[in-house]
């Protein structure tokens, strides 16, 4: 059974930092395409960074040299350390697993963030 479980949410101001963690069991992230995604109410949900397999990152042209993504191997965990947030950054931040071996998508529970201005 796949889990995914999201935490480092929370309450902010313009301008700081939060760093989100997604735990992972039955999916091993150093396998499997990991992402991170957000969808604010009314909107559809979007990929803000990814990390292969291979450790290669992408990201949305909104948070490039702002966030970054990153894992933990040893505790099977991906992070996103998100800097210089905005209150358009304001969302459900949702994990998002990559089986390697099946191509099924597994999806953590979401974790809220808020950027007050």
């Known amino acids: 059974q796949v889990q995914l479980v999201e935490s480092g949410g929370g309450l902010v101001q313009t301008g700081g930092s939060l760093r989100l963690s997604c735990a992972a069991s039955?999916?091993?992230?150093?396998?499997?395409?990991m992402g991170w995604y957000h969808q604010a109410p009314g909107k559809e949900r979007e990929l803000d960074a990814s990390?292969?397999?291979?450790?290669?990152?992408n990201y949305a042209d909104s948070v490039k040299g702002r966030f970054t993504i990153s894992r933990d191997i040893t505790k099977n965990t991906v992070y996103l350390q998100m800097n210089n947030l905005k209150p358009e950054d304001t969302a459900v931040y949702y994990c998002k697993g990559t089986s390697a071996a099946s191509g099924r998508d597994y999806w953590g529970q979401g974790t809220q963030v808020t950027v007050s201005s």
């Open positions: 990390i292969t397999n291979r450790g290669s990152s």
């Open positions: 039955g999916i091993f992230v150093g396998r499997s395409t």
